[in-house]
């Protein structure tokens, strides 16, 4: 077990803690995909949702603020895909209307905590 010393700076950041939460529900729809023999659409959601928690990560480690605020655009950006497949997966109807709200919304919140703490970043 590792010390309370050995924290890294992203694991107090709200939005980091918001990101990993969606993206763990979008592993488990990425599963339910896979159970469907769907693999592309799979791999693209584990992949873009991971997308969102580990550009905030990578981002806390820069040496500048400036650096820190392109790293979390990439991460709002991850949002934006996520939300466009969740889109398209229920208009396709291999999704309920139901999860496509929750994730939407999630991703929503996500993308206004991300775009607010970034301004906080450049004030």
């Not at 992949?47 to 991460?75: D, H, T, Y």
């Not at 398209?88 to 999630?106: N, R, W």
């Amino acid at each position: 077990m590792r010390s309370r010393e050995t924290k890294f700076r992203f694991e107090d950041l709200e939005i980091w803690k918001r990101s990993v939460k969606i993206a763990r529900k979008l592993f488990a729809l990425a599963q339910y995909f896979e159970d469907k023999k769907l693999y592309r659409f799979a791999d693209q959601l584990r992949g873009a949702g991971l997308s969102m928690p580990n550009n905030i990560a990578e981002g806390s480690g820069s040496n500048s603020k400036r650096e820190f605020v392109q790293f979390l655009n990439i991460a709002r950006r991850s949002t934006f895909e996520n939300a466009s497949m969740i889109m398209v997966f229920a208009k396709d109807q291999l999704i309920e209307d139901a999860t496509k709200e929750e994730l939407v919304s999630d991703l929503y919140e996500l993308c206004r905590m991300i775009t607010g703490f970034a301004k906080s970043l450049n004030s």
